[in-house]
């Protein structure tokens, strides 16, 4: 069973991964898969660099992502074709990643995607679970862990999917709005469901 974990910026997804993870299970994280595959030696970044130019590129080889990302915001068309490079190769690993964590020990495995539902990456998985926090919450946890402007969080919160919908099409919700004692106490009831879920 894979169970797909999402929620919006600076809702608590790593921090329930963890707790998660404390309980003897695999997860796999989507942003650190589509980091993967762009990193230096990769067949993608040589696409990347031959159709955005050496202004991509660090000193050091490595993706410039705030150059990147500045391109793309401003013409659909090239983040379009920088999805399509991408997301194939992203989903391909992810796939292979959550195969290598379900042949091990752990009873089933998370897959930790903030664009889980955007990037059609909740076909992959058995159920969905959202981790919730108030939108002003995010806002200020966001500007407290990255040290961005508030207008940059906000354009972030725009482009997701809105609190709403994310919520509608969960099949497990975690609030995050309180301390690390009710996240672990929801995390160990969801756990034993799940549990469960794989035995009957």
Not at 68 to 94: G, K, S
Request: charged share 25%; aromatic share 4%; glycine share 8%.
């Amino acid at each position: 069973m894979i169970i797909g974990l999402t929620g919006g910026i600076g809702s608590g997804k790593s921090t329930v991964a963890r707790t998660f993870g404390g309980r003897g299970i695999g997860w796999v994280d989507a942003d650190d898969v589509a980091r993967e595959v762009v990193a230096p030696g990769e067949p993608a970044l040589d696409a990347i660099r031959q159709h955005f130019g050496p202004r991509v590129i660090n000193q050091d080889g490595a993706l410039d992502r705030a150059a990147l990302r500045e391109i793309i915001f401003e013409a659909p068309e090239q983040r379009r074709w920088l999805e399509q490079l991408t997301h194939p190769l992203i989903r391909e690993r992810i796939i292979a990643q959550l195969d290598n964590i379900q042949s091990g020990p752990s009873p089933y495995a998370l897959l930790v995607s903030p664009l889980l539902f955007e990037s059609g990456q909740a076909a992959l998985v058995n159920r969905t679970l959202v981790i919730d926090i108030p939108t002003d919450m995010q806002l200020s946890r966001t500007l407290e862990r990255d040290g961005v402007s508030e207008a940059n969080v906000r354009a972030i919160l725009d482009a997701q999917m809105s609190r709403e919908e994310r919520c509608a099409r969960a099949d497990d919700i975690i609030d995050n709005s309180r301390d690390m004692a009710h996240i672990q106490r929801q995390v160990a009831r969801l756990d034993q469901y799940y549990r469960e879920q794989l035995s009957s």
